[in-house]
């Protein structure tokens, strides 16, 4: 089967960097995207990997390694604002969108 | 904003009751899909359109119905519904299906099925 693995939770301080991981098994491989969710709101997108290597914007950068099945989500100097759930998903072989249930970060001042 | 709308926001039904969800995208995109989310759970795609034909139906029970008039709305039926349905439904829209093309989410609605 399909799957996508990121950690439920996490907590860091204002001003901190934080990781967040996202590993996956997928029937072929066609793009990671990152999303983020605030409470209440419309999941936004953040970023899209397809190469290996790291993407850089702004204070966000997601890295992707396709021989190790395995994404990062870099989050540098947090602001309370960054407190949301980050989605990751997968685009199998088919073109379908294989989401994982998302990491709840929480910003502690 | 993200230029996809959705009515009505809350929704509390009975388990008897019809009603519908709409959803409205502003970004000239071809595809739109519905998906549900539950608490502590992955996204769950529900249907695909695409230039208004459906693509995909991932095995969803007939209670659910989507319609798709034009590429610029999205509904879906409601009708004796469970409450395991209880969740968020978003919908969202993306330039085409299938493709390395972000997805655009609207809002959400929060249904309760009591």
């Known amino acids: 089967g399909q799957n996508i693995d990121q950690p439920t939770e996490m907590t860091a301080t204002e001003g901190a960097i934080v990781q967040i991981n996202c590993t996956y098994q997928?029937?072929?491989?066609?793009?990671l995207f990152w999303y983020q969710q605030h409470a209440g709101e419309a999941p936004t997108f953040l970023s899209y990997?397809?190469l290996d290597g790291l993407e850089e914007k702004g204070r966000f950068s997601s890295f992707l390694s396709r021989s190790k099945g395995y994404s990062y989500l870099l989050l540098k100097e947090l602001q309370m604002k960054d407190s949301a759930s980050y989605l990751c998903a997968v685009r199998d072989s088919n073109y379908q969108l294989i989401w994982g249930a998302g990491t709840k970060l929480i910003i502690k001042p | 904003e993200t230029g996809v709308t959705q009515t009505p926001r809350h929704l509390v039904m009975g388990m008897t009751n019809k009603k519908s969800l709409k959803c409205e995208q502003h970004l000239g995109h071809n595809a739109m899909y519905w998906y549900k989310q539950s608490a502590k759970k992955p996204l769950e795609l529900m249907f695909v359109?695409?230039?208004?034909?459906?693509?995909e139906n991932n095995s969803v029970p007939s209670r659910f119905s989507p319609e798709c008039p034009n590429s610029s709305h999205l509904f879906l039926h409601l009708h004796t519904l469970q409450p395991e349905d209880s969740a968020l439904y978003l919908c969202a829209s993306s330039q085409e299906e299938g493709a390395a093309y972000e997805q655009y989410f609207g809002p959400g609605t929060r249904l309760t099925v009591t």
């Open positions: 359109y695409s230039l208004e034909e459906r693509v």
């Open positions: 990997n397809v």
């Open positions: 997928t029937s072929g491989f066609n793009g």
